[in-house]
């Protein structure tokens, strides 16, 4: 770029919010064909709630098969129930308390809320993308996903039904086994960030691709995709966070026919496929860096902020569309 189109894109880029590293970001963000968006805290807001808690019906799960109250009267069904789920609870959100993960967050908020004694957590381990594993004082516990507990040689499969049916409601629905038994799902869910769906829309009427990259499972982000105008073709799910990047450069390998009106000899070309990536977490940083262009929330990590080329200020997706904008104009009024 040339310092003109340098000053002009940073005085643009200080009154809207959107933050560009250096100039040469802004020829960048002109050539971009696909923008890629991580789910959780890029789409959605990354603040989850826990929605629901479900137990399974074992009798070595609670003390007494949850007959007895405290008191050592016998409970009825349905407080029996109840207790059951406390226990569950209570035994997920002692695993998560030492994680910073939304949902550890989540699950620890929900018990707190619920006004149920947690109690402590001996030993912790932290197994990215898949869950926590920990000493508590309801025993060993475990808190994740599928493959988490399939690892420990606990079946996953009699939560099977629960799982499909929470995620189809586009929520995240974690496992809880304790002491080597299945015990219970836990659900969380977080919503939409207001103007997802019209920058998808935007950016799909400017023949940009739209893709979603998400470590959260495949049915949870269609019904993500699906609220935000995503094809589901599109959907990248169950991704680890060390094979984003991976995803990233597999898309930008691809080569791309495009017939953006800016793009120079003649408006046709044929060359590969410029991604611009947009993430907040940790785990997007190496995307980022991978990306043609990497753009961070700026309420991210501070780790993703320092791997992308643009900071979004406001949090807001639609100021992606916004970055893709003041690129334009800049380039058209130097020239
Ligand atoms: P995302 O890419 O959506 O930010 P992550 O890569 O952090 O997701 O996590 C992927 C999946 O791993 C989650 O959807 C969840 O099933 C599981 N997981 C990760 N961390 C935790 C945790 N602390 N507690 C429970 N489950 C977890
Ligand atoms: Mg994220």
């Known amino acids: 770029a040339t310092p003109a189109a340098t000053m002009v894109g940073s005085t643009l880029s200080a009154t809207n919010g959107v933050l560009f590293k250096g100039g040469d970001v802004l020829e960048r963000v002109r050539g971009i064909d696909t923008v890629v968006f991580d789910k959780t805290g890029t789409l959605t807001h990354g603040e989850m709630t826990l929605t629901d808690v479900v137990v399974f019906d074992s009798d070595e799960m609670v003390p007494d098969g949850g007959n007895r109250a405290p008191d050592g009267g016998v409970l009825d069904a349905s407080e029996r129930e109840g207790s059951r789920e406390s226990m569950v609870l209570a035994a997920g959100a002692a695993a998560e308390s030492g994680s910073e993960h939304p949902i550890a967050r989540a699950v620890v908020e929900g018990a707190q809320e619920r006004g149920i004694d947690v109690g402590d957590v001996h030993e912790f381990e932290n197994v990215p993308g898949h ?119 597999t898309l930008q390998a691809a080569t791309v026919r495009t017939s953006r009106s800016w793009i120079p000899f003649g408006g046709k070309t044929e060359r590969n496929t410029r991604v611009m990536m947009v993430g907040d977490g940790v785990n997007d940083a190496p995307a980022l860096t991978a990306a043609h262009v990497g753009v961070a929330i700026g309420s991210g990590t501070d780790v993703a902020i320092e791997s992308a080329d643009v900071t979004l200020m406001r949090d807001d997706p639609a100021d992606v569309l916004k970055a893709v904008r003041i690129s334009e104009a800049t380039i058209s009024k130097v020239r």
């Open 131 to 249: 869950g926590i594993r920990a000493e508590t004082d309801h025993g060993s516990v475990l808190v994740g996903r599928r493959e988490l507990l399939a690892d420990a040689g606990i079946d996953p499969d009699p939560a099977e039904e629960t799982l499909t049916r929470l995620e189809r409601e586009g929520k995240t629905a974690i496992l809880v086994a304790i002491d080597g038994q299945l015990a219970g799902v836990l659900a969380v869910a977080d919503e939409v960030r207001d103007s997802a769906k019209e920058t998808v829309a935007a950016l799909r009427e400017r023949d940009i691709e739209v893709v979603m990259l998400t470590g959260d499972n495949e049915r949870t982000a269609r019904a993500v995709a699906e609220a935000v105008g995503i094809d589901p073709e599109n959907v990248r799910a169950e991704v680890f966070p060390e094979d984003k990047a991976d995803h990233v450069e």
